[in-house]
């Protein structure tokens, strides 16, 4: 625990280090970044810095670690599992303005950006070079790299491309000790241990990426996107299976039921097919000549799947109106409810009926609605709880249904986050997925990053509750525990 003295002292010490504009302690500033786009839970930091360069960041670590000041890193604050959750006792190092994009090496396939920088910005700053960066969160306009990196984040391309981990070549991070250190290398293979495969999707436990070197993919000289109309959800993940199973990789599977079509049309009126009880967007890119002959064997397995209507995007302007009903869809919800989570998990593609299945009876067994859009081909789930926090109750009905389709995705072989990070919101599930062990395994590399445990401390871990003690190796049950007085979870 950590005193508002020991605030206090960084905060003298940084008044010298850092230009006064950095520095944010006004009560109602320090307000606007009390969340992240995980909005019931919030805490007002300490003291946030907007760090004006990565000496910024490494000198304002540097007191933190001197003091024991816990710090939170935040780039712009999208993330969905409360991740960036200020610490009301520590720093809130915000990276935003960290916005250069240093290199662009087409022919090394690279570019080296600042954290700050956003996603989309560095497709736009390499498209003209024939490359772009494939790792496209629907957030993809306004999230950061930094925070990219931090939760190893996807997007509907990741089926075909990968998540952010296969693309990062290196980082430059301040560690939780302050001291400025390059994981990975630009060369194809690095000896000893892959500490930047460790610091990728680490939740900004292990420090603060200050530069990321990425890796660039080569626009594919094809596209093709076809919109399918299904009667259910059950014809849809048919037909996603059967185009997987047939050997095919397109570069993205998207599907939404008819509670998220609905929402998407109130919002943006994308015009997706009548009636629809469930569409895919199914996209494929490569060499022309193979996409071609790959997206005919696409339509035919839709149809076979009893698509009644699909439709093939004959530019890029009718690829995009595709697109805009997805792309809109977590945003578009509010239309249909006053309040929603966005749950986030993972499940083997083959599970996909039989889950939304049994997600629809949990939800009805609890008069709750859930509105489905996520990346099918990789089984990746993102179910919408619709629910009214002014209706008695029902804030808390919407938390056990969602809890209850993590259960639902761990009794089927998947994980409790495909990636928008466990964060604040998911530590209380871990121990459900990993045993003790496990979970005292990753303590250990935790604890190596950052000994005393300042480096966004309470997130990923379902740390002891106890007054006093600290995440690091199990010491067997404790004497609260053992006379049932105080649970650890
Ligand atoms: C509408 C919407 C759609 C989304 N769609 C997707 C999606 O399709 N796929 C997906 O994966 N996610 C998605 N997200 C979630 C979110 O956008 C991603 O997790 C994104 O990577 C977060 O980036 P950020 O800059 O906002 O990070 P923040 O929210 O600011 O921080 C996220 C985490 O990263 C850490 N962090 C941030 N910067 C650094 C740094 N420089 N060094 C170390 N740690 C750092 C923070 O401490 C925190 O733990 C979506 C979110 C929204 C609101």
């Not at 993330?79 to 935003?96: E, F, K, Q, R, Y």
């Not at 185009?243 to 939404?256: N, Q």
Request: net charge negative; hydrophobic share 40%.
């Amino acid at each position: 625990m950590t005193d508002t003295g020991s605030v206090a002292r960084v905060l003298e010490r940084l008044r010298v280090q850092l230009p006064e504009a950095a520095l944010v302690t006004d009560r109602t500033r320090l307000r606007t970044y009390e969340c992240d786009g995980l909005l019931h839970y919030r805490v007002i930091p300490a003291l946030v810095v907007l760090a004006g360069s990565a000496e910024h960041v490494r000198t304002t670590v540097a007191a933190c670690a001197d003091e024991g000041v816990p710090f939170v890193a935040r780039g712009s604050g999208t993330g969905l599992s409360g991740g960036a959750l200020p610490h009301a006792d520590g720093v809130l190092i915000v990276t935003s303005q960290l916005r250069d994009i240093r290199e662009v090496a087409p022919q090394d396939q690279r570019a080296v950006v600042d954290p700050g920088v956003i996603n989309l910005a560095v497709s736009q700053a390499t498209r003209p070079h024939g490359y772009y960066f494939a790792p496209d969160p629907s957030s993809q306009q306004i999230c950061s790299i930094g925070g990219n990196v931090a939760e190893n984040s996807g997007g509907a391309h990741c089926l075909k491309y990968g998540f952010t981990s296969n693309h990062v070549l290196s980082v430059d991070l301040v560690t939780p000790q302050g001291d400025s250190v390059t994981l990975g290398t630009r060369a194809p293979d690095a000896p000893g241990y892959d500490l930047l495969g460790t610091v990728v999707g680490s939740e900004g436990t292990l420090g603060v990426a200050t530069s990321v070197t990425v890796r660039l993919v080569r626009s594919p000289e094809s596209v093709q996107t076809l919109l399918a109309g299904f009667h259910s959800t059950d014809d849809a993940g048919a037909a996603t299976s059967a185009i997987i199973g047939s050997g095919i990789v397109p570069a993205a599977i998207e599907m939404m039921d008819a509670l998220a079509i609905e929402a998407a049309e109130a919002a943006v009126s994308c015009n997706y097919p009548d009636g629809a009880g469930a569409v895919l967007i199914v996209e494929l890119d490569g060499a022309a000549e193979e996409v071609e002959h790959e997206f005919a064997e696409v339509e035919r397995l839709c149809r076979e799947s009893h698509a009644f209507e699909h439709r093939v995007a004959a530019d890029d302007d009718e690829r995009a109106a595709i697109w805009r009903g997805r792309k809109s869809a977590f945003a578009a919800v509010g239309r249909i409810s006053p309040d929603y989570i966005v749950q986030d998990g993972v499940i083997p593609r083959t599970a996909l009926p039989e889950v939304l299945r049994e997600m629809t009876r949990l939800a009805d067994e609890r008069g709750i609605r859930v509105a489905n859009v996520f990346h099918a081909g990789d089984g990746n789930l993102h179910p919408l709880v619709l629910f009214d926090e002014s209706v008695p109750g029902q804030g808390d009905q919407a938390e056990d249904l969602s809890g209850a389709i993590l259960d639902l995705c761990l009794a089927h072989g998947g994980s409790i986050t495909g990636e928008h990070g466990v964060g604040s919101d998911k530590a209380k599930h871990m121990p459900k997925m990993f045993t003790a062990a496990d979970l005292d395994t990753m303590q250990l590399v935790r604890c190596a990053f950052d000994p005393a445990g300042i480096s966004n401390p309470g997130k990923i871990y379902p740390t002891p509750r106890l007054c006093g003690e600290r995440p690091g190796k199990h010491q067997g049950e404790h004497p609260l525990q053992a006379a049932g007085v105080a649970e650890v979870f």
